[in-house]
């Protein structure tokens, strides 16, 4: 981000810790705010399992940090199972509000898929506080994905660790320009860590006889989606380690719900009794990379084993479904189905004391000032209404004024001597979609087939969001345009005199119905989309079974005053020619429409004056 600040005031930044894990991403980002007064004005809420005595009070390393906390909030429902989790949301989400009223942050820094998480999101979206989310985008297994795309769905920013998270919120319809690929915060303390004073690190939390890559490091958290199954793998994992007999640092579980019974078969199997063991509840983070950069092996299913593990080449033995999804390095070997302590001693066997080369998948050190610059960037007088990018889709009903001026369209029947069409035609004079039918002989059957064939094109009216504002008919023959009326149209079209037209397809499709002679309607057509555009007089010819014809004068159609100005088809030239349909004798009609052309045709193949020649051609290979 190289945007220049736009927010004209000290941004209020709230960052809501739950635990030790989440802490260790939100520690270098509220460094870096407190370093900058001038900019930022950092407040702190800690709730959660950082509260709790029995996974190791660890709110006070935020007070070694020299941090000053601004709430506390007691909100877990001990119990560890699905019921305490919906309880624990649920108390969050009643002490939440008053907290964020005494703070008012412009914005809220969040981490994660917890579940505490869940609630400080939902609390804040509906407080009208913006959101700020680390780490959304991800895929790990479990119900962490549906609480973290819950989160993202809330949160109105968004900084992610890999290109592939930042193309899954993309692919959730989160605007783009609201999302930071920044890599993860904890990564520029990794990888700036170096091996200071970690033989000493070693034997605080192993004994003075440890050594480096000497060592396991197990953490397994319960997987909530199915508890007895994650809670027996856990067992196994346990009884693999016992077998394997080798020096381990094992991590006491989190909160979630199963984290009771992986504590009980810890307690039964005696593991805080076993030399071979160290059991603990919570290690400082600082203390904790150097204990993962130096050992021989690291087992479980934290995010820490697939993520920071990676960074130092700890080689890892991921158990499970919890982080399946997750992108991983070459350091990590999945035994996705535990089902069998051998399997697992097996995968030890392949695993202890490999080294494997450095990933830089989640980071490469500049997250926190690449966050630090993205917040700086962020406008808070500008409307706080989140935005969705949904691909596009039609919508049959679009109240865009825009759209209905560029989709209005109209229904197009065409009345002809041998066919009858039914067309949708749009504003620029484009055939959407049309009916063909022949014209039938009857009257009843003509009008049967008309209604039918504009129902079914108005039907798919909706299908190409298109709004139909009227309808026009074009028919041969006389007919008074401003009554709707076909008063006579010769006998090309049988039964079609004196017929009101207009009513019944009004009446049918609710909407306004024009109607005129398509010798008129051809020469409308021309002055609006044809050659006749920009002329003010011309004259239209039409054929086809007749002939017709239409005059445009001024700029204005002529009808005549009995709808029959531009009859040119009807022109007698031969008082003693042929019949014409309209009971004349040579009209023009009568000797060069289609019909016409026909009779003669057919006079000359009776009398032998023509023949008719079938050809075939043989086309050789």
């Known amino acids: 981000m190289e945007k220049k600040s736009t927010h004209k005031h000290t941004l209020r930044v709230c960052v809501a810790t739950c635990n030790r894990a989440d802490y260790s991403k939100l520690a270098p980002i509220m460094f870096a705010l407190k370093a900058e007064p001038e900019s930022f004005q950092l407040s702190i809420i800690v709730l959660g399992s950082h509260l709790i005595d029995d996974y190791g009070n ?6 070694q940090d020299d941090f000053e906390v601004d709430s506390f909030l007691h909100t877990i429902v001990r119990g560890e199972d699905e019921a305490a989790m919906v309880e624990s949301v649920g108390l969050a989400l009643v002490k939440l509000p008053d907290v964020l009223n005494r703070l008012r942050p412009h914005i809220l820094l969040v981490h994660g898929d917890r579940f505490d998480v869940l609630s400080l999101a939902t609390s804040a979206a509906l407080m009208n506080i913006r959101i700020l989310h680390l780490e959304g985008g991800e895929v790990s297994g479990t119900i962490d ?20 998270a930042e193309q899954h919120l993309i692919a959730m319809c989160e605007d783009h320009s609201h999302i930071l690929l920044a890599g993860c915060p904890s990564y520029d303390k990794l990888l700036t860590a170096g091996n200071k004073d970690y033989l000493n690190i070693l034997q605080k939390w192993l004994g003075e006889e440890a050594q480096s890559n000497k060592y396991i490091i197990a953490l397994q958290h319960p997987v909530t989606t199915d508890v007895k199954h994650s809670v027996k793998m856990f067992e196994l994992m346990l009884d693999a380690l016992t077998d394997f007999g080798k020096k381990t640092l094992i991590l006491y579980p989190n909160i979630d719900a199963g984290s009771k019974e992986m504590v009980r078969a ?8 076993n030399p071979l063991f160290r059991a603990v509840k919570h290690i400082a983070f600082d203390h904790f990379i150097q204990l993962v950069a130096h050992a021989a092996c690291m087992i479980g299913n934290s995010s820490c084993g697939v993520r920071e593990a990676g960074a130092f080449g700890t080689a890892v033995i991921n158990i499970g479904s919890r982080q399946t999804g997750r992108e991983t390095g070459e350091n990590v070997l999945h035994v996705r189905d535990a089902d069998a302590k051998n399997k697992i001693i097996h995968a030890l066997q392949l695993q202890y004391g490999k080294r494997y080369p450095c990933s830089k998948i989640y980071g490469d050190g500049q997250a926190v000032p690449r966050i630090i610059q993205f917040l700086k960037s962020i406008d808070i007088d500008k409307p706080l209404q989140k935005k969705f990018c949904f691909p596009h889709v039609y919508d049959s009903v679009f109240h865009d004024i825009d759209h209905i001026l560029e989709m209005q369209s109209a229904l ?17 004079g484009e055939i959407i979609t049309k009916c063909v039918n022949s014209n039938p002989r009857t009257y009843e059957e003509r009008i049967k087939v008309i209604l039918n064939a504009c129902v079914e094109v108005a039907s798919e009216a909706v299908k190409y969001n298109c709004r139909i504002l009227g309808v026009g008919i074009s028919t041969g023959g006389r007919v008074d345009s401003d009554k709707g009326i076909i008063l006579h149209s010769t006998k090309i079209i049988n039964e079609w005199n004196s017929v009101d037209l ?35 007089d011309f004259v239209s010819v039409i054929t086809g079974t007749g002939i017709g014809g239409g005059i445009v004068h001024h700029g204005e159609l002529i009808h005549g005053s009995s709808f029959c100005a531009a009859e040119l088809g009807h022109i007698v030239v031969d008082m003693e020619g042929p019949e014409c349909p309209c009971g004349n004798r040579g009209c023009i009609e009568a000797f060069s429409s289609g019909m016409a052309l026909q009779r003669q045709a057919q006079l000359l193949l009776n009398t032998g004056r023509i023949t008719l020649a079938v050809c075939s051609i043989d086309i050789g290979c």
């Open 412 to 428: 197009a029947i065409d009345l002809g001597g041998t066919h009858l069409r039914v067309a949708l035609v749009n504003i620029n």
């Open 58 to 63: 660890t709110y006070r390393m935020i007070e």
């Open 502 to 536: 207009v009513t019944p397809i009004s009446d049918t499709l609710h909407l306004p119905v024009w109607i005129d002679n398509d010798g008129n309607c051809a020469a409308l057509a021309e002055r609006k989309f044809g050659h006749g555009r920009g002329i003010k």
């Open 266 to 273: 810890i307690r039964i199997k005696g593991i805080e009794q």
């Open 145 to 164: 994905d549906s609480i973290r795309h819950a989160i993202t769905k809330l949160s109105h920013y968004h900084v992610c660790c890999t290109s592939r």
